[in-house]
């Protein structure tokens, strides 16, 4: 009963196993050659341009984490450099004062010595004035004394005279 | 007005071989494994012509044609998933393309309508020298032949047999206690008729293709000849056998499409349904 309707179909739609056979082996070489030079190439190449944009994204992601680790390093490194710097900044400040001290009192204690030096040479000089205004002026006495006199003085009088003439100056 | 109920049914059912080969060793070879070869030639050259210089940075042409593949192969893996795809994805291009073409082949100016008259028990008749591929329904058969035999290895190698046969005859939603005393023979009889329908999948797929592509042609064939058929002066039915037919092309273009893309989806359905499980696992 089924083989009846099958040969009926079969001669009915012309179906018969060599034409059957022959499209089967021309879809079957169809099927090869798509496979073999189209799809899979394409699919090769697409899977390796997926593999490639994912192993992009990766590195994009790793590079990222890096940039935020390495931007971390930076603040801290930066944080460190900064607090270095207050210290060596505080230190510098109190060595500067120290010595600025230090030189204060030596330019303090110079111009002391500076001045009591002068002091001392306005003293002698002065000291020195003096006794050279003394021994003119008994010199001038003693001159002018000799010329009011009229006469020559002896050394005991150019003595006495400028005795009298030193006593009276320094009075 | 009336016309005769053969209107309709001027095409032969059947592919046919020259006359002068009908009798000889090569009287397999018919007008329809004749074009068969010319699209297989065509998609060779095709194919080699795009794919010679594959570049992982494409040119345009190979851009345009990854697009498209690109696309479908999205489309199937949404489907099928990743593992399963990659290995019935060539399939289900190869019977897209193939069935594409081979439908549109059929609309070429001349397939169905250069040929010869021969006597053949004392009555005339006419043999095209081209007939559509898939208006020849052992070539439907193959592509169905081909298709199942691979959803068949495919069922065994991702699913095997025990789990397949669970699959069809076992009771589904994790049912458990006297309630399997009903749903046993339920799930047998579902079971049952799931082999019948796995059984008629071939005959649905190779007659539903071949159906569609042998009444596009009987259409077109009827929309040239309609001047003719409605006894209209020559003149006119030159004119008619012109301009009819035209809208009918748009149709038949968009029917070959179609009928790839149904053969193909039921092919992606198939193959989902035997090898993707309710928790989505291969």
Redesign the interface.
């Known amino acids: 009963m089924i083989q009846q309707i099958l040969d009926q179909i079969g001669s009915?739609?012309?179906?018969?196993w060599?034409?059957?056979i022959?499209?089967?082996f021309?879809?079957?070489?169809?099927?090869f050659?798509?496979?073999r030079?189209?799809?899979?190439?394409?699919?090769k190449?697409?899977e390796?341009?997926r593999k490639?944009i994912e192993e992009g994204q990766l590195n994009a992601e790793k590079i990222k984490k890096q940039l935020a680790e390495a931007e971390l390093r930076y603040q801290e490194v930066l944080r460190k450099a900064n607090d270095d710097a207050q210290v060596l900044l505080e230190e510098s400040r109190k060595n500067t004062e120290a010595f600025s001290q230090r030189e204060m009192e030596k330019a303090v204690k110079e111009s002391a010595a500076i001045v009591e030096r002068a002091r001392h040479e306005i003293a002698s000089e002065r000291n020195r004035m003096v006794d050279e205004v003394k021994r003119e002026m008994v010199s001038l006495v003693i001159k002018t004394t000799a010329k009011v006199a009229g006469r020559v003085l002896t050394p005991e009088d150019q003595r006495r005279l400028s005795e009298e003439a030193a006593k009276d100056l320094a009075a | 007005m009336v016309f005769p109920l053969n209107f309709l049914a001027n095409a032969e059912l059947a592919a046919e071989s020259p006359g002068f080969l009908r009798d000889s060793f090569l009287g397999w070879f018919t007008n329809s494994i004749l074009v068969t070869a010319i699209v297989l030639g065509v998609i060779v050259w095709v194919v080699r012509s795009c794919t010679r210089n594959m570049q992982v940075i494409p040119g345009r042409g190979q851009n345009f044609l990854e697009a498209i593949v690109e696309g479908f192969y999205g489309s199937v893996e949404s489907i099928l998933g990743h593992k399963m795809t990659v290995k019935a994805f060539p399939l289900l291009a190869s019977l897209f393309l193939f069935i594409c073409m081979a439908d549109w082949s059929g609309l070429f100016p001349g397939v169905g309508s250069i040929g010869w008259f021969h006597t053949h028990n004392g009555e005339t008749e006419f043999t095209p020298l081209l007939r559509g591929t898939t208006a020849d329904l052992n070539m439907t058969l193959a592509l169905t032949a081909v298709s199942m035999t691979l959803w068949f290895y495919w069922t065994m190698q991702v699913t095997g047999p025990v789990a397949f046969i669970k699959e069809l005859f076992g009771v589904k939603g994790g049912m458990t206690g006297p309630i399997l005393l009903f749903l046993v023979p339920l799930f047998l009889f579902i079971g049952v008729l799931e082999v019948v329908s796995i059984l008629v999948r071939p005959i649905s797929l190779s007659f539903r293709l071949y159906g569609n592509v042998s009444a596009g042609e009987n259409l077109m064939s009827t929309m040239i000849n309609i001047g003719n058929l409605l006894h209209t002066p020559q003149w006119l039915s030159n004119i008619l056998s012109v301009i009819v037919p035209i809208p009918f092309y748009f149709l038949e273009i968009l029917v070959g499409f179609l009928q790839a893309m149904i053969f193909t989806v039921l092919m992606i359905v198939y193959i989902q349904l035997s090898t993707v499980h309710e928790d989505g696992s291969h």
């Open positions: 009915s739609f012309g179906v018969t060599p034409k059957f022959a499209q089967l021309l879809f079957l070489i169809a099927y050659v798509l496979s030079y189209a799809f899979g190439p394409i699919m190449i697409l390796e341009r490639r």
